[in-house]
Antibody, heavy 114, light 107 residues
């Protein structure tokens, strides 16, 4: 079964950093665009960032531009989200998804609080 | 930025009845629109892509239609397991965006 599993969430202070990872299995990771989506507590889904197969094209929602960096390591079948200068409004569950969302991971929770 | 507006915010439907959910885009997105189902405590699940293509394993009672700025997700005969929040999402241009969601509940 095709699988995505996120990790790296946790508690961070405002202004701090976290690095999320997403491991992929049972599909050819290197041939797919990959996406991060987040969901604040009790709120809807928000697209965060997408990266193309080779990593040369990256797109971000305006609210994270300059603070978050999406990347991938195709040799390790892994997707990453480096999150710097964290704010309270970054709190939520972060999901990785294949392409525009045909496969999703279970999510990892990020809490930004002092 | 193209905004997606879903209606209604909450839909109450009796089991076995039809449920119709709407998604309106502020500009044309062609047919680059998807529908997702999210049950409490679960990850979203893709139901429909390209406005009308059912994803693998999605029951036939789910159907999508529309193009341009007006889209519809129809559940032909609501089952108890369909209770969830449904989101539309556009992917025609950057940034991708989601609608705010429609909560489907049992009447």
């Amino acid at each position: 079964e095709v699988q995505l599993v996120e990790s790296g969430g946790g508690l961070a202070q405002p202004g701090g950093s976290l690095r999320l990872s997403c491991g992929a299995s049972r599909f050819t990771f290197s041939t797919y665009w990959m996406t991060w989506v987040r969901q604040a507590p009790g709120k809807g889904l928000e697209w965060v960032a997408t990266i193309n197969q080779g990593g040369g094209q990256k797109y971000y929602v305006d609210s994270v531009k300059g603070r978050f960096t999406i990347s991938r390591d195709n040799a390790k079948n892994s997707l990453y989200l480096q999150m710097n200068s964290l704010r309270g409004e970054d709190t939520g569950v972060y999901y990785c998804a294949r392409d525009m969302g045909d496969v999703w991971g279970p999510g990892t929770t990020v809490i930004v609080s002092s | 930025e193209i905004v997606l507006t879903q209606s209604p915010a909450t839909l109450s439907v009796s089991p076995g009845e039809r449920a119709t959910l709407y998604c309106r885009a502020s500009q044309s997105v062609s047919t680059n629109l998807a529908w997702f189902q999210q049950k409490p405590g679960q990850s979203p699940r893709l139901l429909i892509s390209d406005a009308s293509t059912r994803a693998t394993g999605v029951p036939a009672r789910f159907s999508g239609s529309g193009s341009g700025t007006e889209f519809t997700l129809t559940i032909s005969s609501l089952q108890s397991e369909d209770i969830a929040v449904y989101y539309c999402q556009r992917y025609n241009s950057w940034p991708w965006t989601f609608g705010q969601g429609t909560k489907v509940e049992v009447k």
